[in-house]
C-alpha cells in the first residue's frame, strides 16, 4: 500500500521523507485547501527531497472553478513541474453549477502529458460522482484523492467503496483525516494507496504579535474576494486631490 504524505513546506516534506513514507503531495496554503507552491520553493524542493512527488496546480482558495488567466496560469504551473522534474501533479476544474469541467480538466492532463495526474478533493462537490469517475477515466486522469464526499474518509467509506468497485482503471485514493487509528481500515478494504497530512502544531515565535496576519473573513468556499476598482478610484480620487 502507498502511503502519500500532503506536505506544505520543505520541512513537512523532509518529515515525510525521513518517515519512509512512498509519496509527496506538495503544496503551500494547508489551511485554504492547498496552493501551489511557488517556482522558488519548488526549486529548492528539488534540491533535498529524492520522493516521488505531485505538486498540486491551484492558484487560489475556495471554488475550482478558474478564469481564463488563472487556468493559463495552471498550465504554466504544469509546463515548469514537468521541467523540473516531478512525478506529477494534483489538479482539476469544476463548472459553476457543480459538474466536471471536461474540456479544461482534459486540457490540464494534456499538459501534463508523460506524468501521473491526481484529480484532487473538487471531487467531493461534483454532484455526480460516478459519472464524473468515467469521464476523468476518459481524459486520462491516474488517481483520484476523494473522501467518499464526507468531512472525514473513514465517514465516506461505503461512497469510495462503490468508486473503487467500479474498476475504471483510476486510482481511488481515500484521504482526509488518516490516520495511524483507522489506516488498516482502507488497507483491509482494498485500496492500494492512502493520503494524510500528519499535521500538527508547533510554536515557532517566543512572543504573541499584537496583530494578527490570519483573516478568518476572507475564507469562503461559496465566495470569491476580489479587488473592487470603484473602492481603488474612491481612494485614488482622495489622494490626488490638493487639501
Known sequence: MILEVCCNSLDSALAAQSAGAHRIEFCTGLALGGLTPSIGLLKEYTKIISLPTRVLIRPRGGDFSYTSGEFNS?????AKCKELGFEGVVSGILAAEGSLDVARTAALVAAASGMKFTFHRAFDWVLDPKETLLKLSEIGVHTVLTSGAASKALDGLDQLKDLKAMNTGVEIMPGSGVTAQ????????GFKAIHMSGVATEKVLDHSPKVSMYSASLLSDTHRFTTQENRVKDVLSLI???Y
Not at 74 to 78: A, G, R, T, Y
Not at 184 to 189: E, Q, T, V
Open 74 to 78: 495552471m498550465l504554466e504551473d504544469i
Open 182 to 189: 483507522n489506516a488498516l481500515i482502507f488497507k483491509k478494504a
Open 240 to 242: 490626488n486631490s490638493p
